[in-house]
């Protein structure tokens, strides 16, 4: 089943990534404004924030891994983590539920939203 849905676990990887990309960047583009050390200082500095949110961000995957739950994803039988009522395998991205009431329904993250 190809679902236009990633794990989240991996999708706040992906962000936490993103981040440490921009803060380089910023810090590049800051390097272009060396004749002006107000805008090198604050670019250098924005881009230091950027670094240290993905740290931030690092630290909270690690956070919330502690209360997945691991399980071996009947798709492709690697062992996979579970956050909420509903998420996507980290590999192959097959939904995957732990609650019986929503086994065989189709997938939708809003099941995640407490009713
Ligand atoms: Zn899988």
Same mark, same amino acid.
């Given at each position: 089943m190809a679902l236009n849905y990633a794990s989240k676990i991996n999708?706040? *990887?992906t962000f936490a990534l993103a981040l440490v990309f921009i803060g380089i960047l910023v810090m590049y583009i800051g390097i272009f404004?060396? #004749?002006s050390p107000v805008i090198m200082s604050i670019t250098m500095?924005?881009?230091f924030l950027f670094v240290? #949110? #993905?740290s931030?961000?690092?630290f909270w995957i690690g956070m919330l891994s502690t209360k997945t739950?691991?399980?071996v994803c009947p798709s492709c039988e690697k062992s996979t983590k579970i956050l909420g *009522?509903?998420?996507a395998c980290m590999h192959c991205d097959e939904p995957l539920t732990?609650?019986?009431?929503l086994e065989g329904l189709e997938f939708d993250e809003s099941y995640n939203k407490k009713q």
């Open positions: 999708k706040i *990887r404004f060396r #004749s500095i924005l881009g240290i #949110s #993905s931030v961000v690092y739950v691991q399980v *009522r509903v998420d732990l609650d019986p009431e």
